[in-house]
């Protein structure tokens, strides 16, 4: 069954790549994450994600659209990658997921993947 990993960091995580001081930790941390899931043979694909402030939001609303710069939610933590993982089952995804560099400082949602839906 396929799971997605949805990695979501605090502000103070962002901060870390651009920090000289802070920065080889954390890319090392994630790093060999990234390469137990790849060498396990569980991962179908992921990647990071660039800086929420970069982000575009759409919304159509009565045929309009809506765009905004930047991330609709305001929220404390912000998501930072993702990953697909082909796992036996849920437990499996959990395990992987308590493993990753910010699930001790932000947080990873766990999540079903659907099928593709026939054409």
């Not at 396990?40 to 659209?65: D, H, Q």
Request: one cysteine or more.
């Amino acid at each position: 069954m396929q799971y997605m990993l949805q990695f979501r960091e605090t502000p103070e995580e962002r901060a870390k790549p651009t920090d000289p001081a802070r920065a080889g930790a954390y890319w090392v941390g994630w790093q060999a994450y990234i390469g137990a899931l790849a060498q396990s043979g569980t991962m179908v694909g992921g990647n990071v994600l660039r800086p929420p402030e970069t982000a575009t939001t759409l919304r159509v609303e009565n045929g309009t659209r809506h765009v905004v710069d930047g991330p609709f939610a305001d929220t404390k933590e912000q998501l930072a990658g993702f990953v697909i993982l082909d796992v036996p089952d849920l437990d499996a995804a959990l395990e992987w997921a308590s493993r990753a560099p910010c699930a001790s400082g932000g947080s990873v949602e766990v999540r079903p993947v659907l099928p593709p839906l026939a054409a």
